[in-house]
């Protein structure tokens, strides 16, 4: 590697992180502004502590991102530099070998993030390099929004009304910039393939590669589709995991390749200006990201800690052969196996399936949502560390603002009611597909002729329930009731 300073002084350094895009991209367009060089880094950072490294299905799109960014910042005449290590050590090795005189960057909101900048912040500034942050990933950030008495919110709902106050109409999303001069550039980064994030021995990622294509444009295309099939339908049918009605924008978020104020802007344009109640709802579910976001940022050990302390006293079962048969989508509950499996070949889950397969996870099995968190983290391409820890605590009911405790969903009535035509389960669980909507859901309680005639064997073909449900719910309520009392 040679690392000699760029000719030309004044280069500015656009340091990516979740933020993967061009287009209302604020770090990329201030870095832009006026005359000066451009250079864009990621530094793919596994090793500062605090940093949760990425699950493997995130690195399966990571990959394929930087490689659409770098093309997509080839074109405006960015270079992309890749660079492996500790985020505090490797940022001010790049900007004295190209010798720059700015960084810009879109803030984050986890803890170890928040150290790592503030940390690079002050070195940096010590030697003389100006360093600009900005909100590149939020529509409000989470100290900016406060209760009449100065505190954060801890409900959604008065959380969701402040925040759309302050924010009003969002600004107008950036076009992407067009920097003046290209870099002449004497500095080498890694080699994207060397950091060996796709899966290999076995290659699992062809349901990924099926499903999605990561990057700007995949984001935008995915748009175009929600919004001229899925965003009228959105309220009436966002509960229906068949229905193709919700817009899977959630893997372009958490990487960045989309804003939400891009998403703010399309959906109110689709939406004619005038109020719609689906429009409504889908910026509502933007606010939920907003809400989880908030949280996060005040109680930043969202995903280890419990929010409400009365369930540090839980008594958790540990029982490995009940979370690798949920982990495999053998729990013999169809709708639960059809959401493991969407989950495991595609990298996502339609979220009334996530709700209904958490609480199974930690009601039905009384498993720690930990390890459910856990697995999410790992599988989702979406894995996001506010929304995945607050919507595991939301359905164990040891969150801010959570469904109780005794509300325990029903499988079985949970895929009657959201697959009624069984279209998800037949597509996920294809050894099912010969059962009458009548058992669908209830195979083993099906006459034995019926499912002969569907050539379902249980324990053979398809397992017996690892549970019985209303057992089950009784066991769950039994454990609740030991802490209910708990301040
Ligand atoms: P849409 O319905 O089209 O909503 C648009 C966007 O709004 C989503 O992309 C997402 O950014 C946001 N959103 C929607 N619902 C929620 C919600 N309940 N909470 C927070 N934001 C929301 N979402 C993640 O992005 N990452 C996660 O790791 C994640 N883990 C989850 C774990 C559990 C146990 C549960 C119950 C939910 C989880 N969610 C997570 C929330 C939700 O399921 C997904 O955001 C949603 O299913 C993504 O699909 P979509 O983009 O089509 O959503």
Redesign the pocket.
């Known amino acids: 590697m040679s690392d000699h300073p760029a000719s030309g002084a004044d280069v500015r350094i656009v340091w990516f992180r979740d933020d993967l895009r061009l287009s209302d991209n604020p770090a990329l367009s201030e870095a832009c502004r006026d005359d000066g060089p451009v250079v864009a880094l990621y530094i793919l950072d596994d090793v500062s502590p605090g940093i949760r490294p990425l699950g493997g299905a995130r690195r399966w799109w990571l990959h394929h991102s930087l490689q659409a960014l770098a093309i997509d910042l080839q074109a405006i005449g960015i270079p992309l530099l890749l660079r492996r290590g500790p985020a505090g050590k490797v940022l001010p090795e790049v900007v004295e070998a190209v010798g720059a005189r700015q960084v810009h960057w879109n803030r984050r909101y986890t803890a170890a993030g928040i150290a790592i900048d503030t940390a690079l912040r002050t070195d940096l500034k010590a030697q003389g390099v100006e360093v600009e942050s900005h909100n590149g990933s939020l529509l409000i950030e989470p100290f900016a929004v406060t209760k009449g008495d100065g505190g954060w919110f801890k409900v959604f709902t008065p959380f969701w009304k402040a925040a759309r106050e302050r924010i009003g109409t969002p600004r107008s999303p950036l076009p992407v910039p067009k920097p003046r001069q290209a870099p002449a550039l004497d500095v080498t980064g890694d080699r994207l393939v060397d950091w060996g994030l796709l899966p290999t021995k076995p290659d699992w990622s062809g349901g990924l590669a099926k499903t999605w294509t990561p990057g700007e444009a995949g984001a935008r295309e995915r748009l175009e589709t929600?919004l001229d099939d899925?965003l009228a339908r959105?309220k009436a049918q966002?509960d229906e995991p068949a229905a193709g009605a919700?817009?899977?924008?959630?893997?372009?978020?958490?990487f960045g390749e989309i804003s939400?104020v891009t998403?703010w802007h399309a959906a109110a344009a689709a939406g004619g200006g005038r109020s719609d109640a689906s429009v409504e709802k889908?910026l509502a579910?933007?606010?939920?990201?907003e809400?989880?976001y908030h949280l996060l940022y005040h109680f930043p050990d969202l995903g280890q800690q419990n929010f409400q302390p009365r369930f540090d006293g839980f008594s958790w079962k540990g029982d490995p052969a009940a979370l690798a048969a949920w982990q495999k989508g053998q729990t013999g509950y169809p709708i639960v196996d059809a959401g493991m499996r969407q989950l495991w070949r595609t990298g996502?889950?339609?979220?009334r399936v996530?709700?209904v397969?958490?609480s199974f996870l930690v009601k039905h099995l009384l498993i720690d949502w930990r390890a459910?968190?856990a697995w999410?983290?790992d599988t989702?391409v979406?894995?996001?560390?506010?929304?995945?820890?607050?919507?595991?605590q939301?359905?164990a009911g040891s969150g801010a603002d959570a469904a109780p405790y005794f509300r325990i969903f029903n499988p079985i009535l949970q895929g009657e009611k959201f697959d009624t035509a069984g279209r998800y389960v037949r597509d996920h669980v294809p050894e099912l597909a010969g059962l009458p909507d009548k058992w669908l859901n209830k195979p083993w309680q099906a006459p034995s002729d019926v499912r002969r005639r569907a050539d379902v064997r249980l324990g053979k073909t398809y397992p017996e329930p690892v549970v019985d449900h209303d057992a089950a719910r009784q066991r769950a309520l039994a454990a609740f009731q030991e802490i209910k009392d708990q301040a």
């Open positions: 929600f899925g959105y966002r919700v817009s899977m924008m959630s893997p372009y978020l958490a939400p998403l889908f579910e933007l606010g939920w990201r809400f989880s996502w889950m339609h979220n996530r709700m397969v958490a459910g968190e999410f983290w989702l979406d894995a996001d560390p506010a929304n995945n820890a607050a919507s595991w939301w359905v």
